[in-house]
């Protein structure tokens, strides 16, 4: 079985700094990864992915993810936050043999701080 | 292009009544996922279908929910009875199955009271 693990549930931070929200994940078979965005009321938009080749996923609004198959983990950066990337942010996982089905795990909801 | 459109976005119903959730995925997708999400159990795949046929329903919670996909651009998710319980955002995705992204609609809020 599969599963995620998003090691924290709030991630508070200042305006302008860095930031990193972390994600595990637990598979016995290859995996892809992926990290979506829920801004408040909204439905999910998907940030990144990897799913094969270079272990550095760049995706949009300058957020970039490193999959590191030894650690088993897929951690989303940052180099910048701005006020606009409040939001929860869900890490997931599917591989070749889920037929699609995405494991997601629990969120971390970033408060960016003025 | 149109995304996944879900219908109602906001829906308001008494304990005991029946809910009907749609959806109708992007066009040419063939694979197609309803997931609940609560702050409890956070986002949760209730069922996924592909090319029109149920797959995995596992997900449902109880034969009070049901799902179908009678062609390739529609489906329901229904609840009846509906129970408080129930309240959560329900959300419904598509994808192209021998692809690897699944893209989500904007949810349909359900409050049970």
């Known amino acids: 079985a599969q599963s995620v693990t998003q090691l924290d549930s709030q991630v508070p931070v200042f305006e302008e700094a860095p930031v990193e929200l972390r994600c595990n994940y637990s598979s016995s078979v290859s995996v892809y990864l992926f990290w979506y965005v829920q801004y408040p009321n909204q439905g999910l938009q998907l940030l990144l992915k990897?799913?094969?080749?270079?272990?550095l996923v760049k995706g949009i609004n300058g957020f970039e993810a490193e999959f590191n198959k030894s650690q088993t983990s897929f951690h989303l950066r940052k180099p910048s936050v701005h006020i606009s990337d409040t939001a929860e942010y869900f890490c997931?996982?599917?591989?070749?043999?889920?037929?699609?089905?995405?494991?997601f795990g629990q969120g971390t909801e970033l408060s960016v701080k003025p | 292009d149109a995304g996944v459109i879900q219908s109602p976005r906001h829906e308001v119903t008494e304990m005991g009544q029946e809910v009907t959730l749609r959806c109708k995925p992007i066009?040419?997708?063939?694979?197609l996922f309803w997931y609940r999400q609560t702050m409890m159990r956070g986002l949760e795949l209730l069922i996924y279908?592909?090319?029109?046929?149920?797959?995995?329903d596992s997900g449902m919670p109880e034969d009070r929910f049901s799902a179908k996909m009678p062609n390739a651009s529609f489906s329901t998710l229904k609840i009846q009875p509906s129970e408080p319980r129930d309240s959560a955002v329900y959300f419904c995705?598509?994808?192209?199955?021998?692809?690897?992204?699944?893209?989500f609609g904007e949810g349909s809020w359900l409050t049970v009271v």
């Open positions: 066009s040419g997708h063939n694979s």
């Open positions: 997931a996982v599917t591989s070749y043999n889920q037929g699609g089905k995405l494991i």
């Open positions: 990897y799913l094969s080749g270079s272990t």
């Open positions: 995705a598509s994808s192209y199955r021998g692809g690897n992204t699944i893209y």
């Open positions: 279908f592909n090319n029109n046929v149920p797959i995995d």
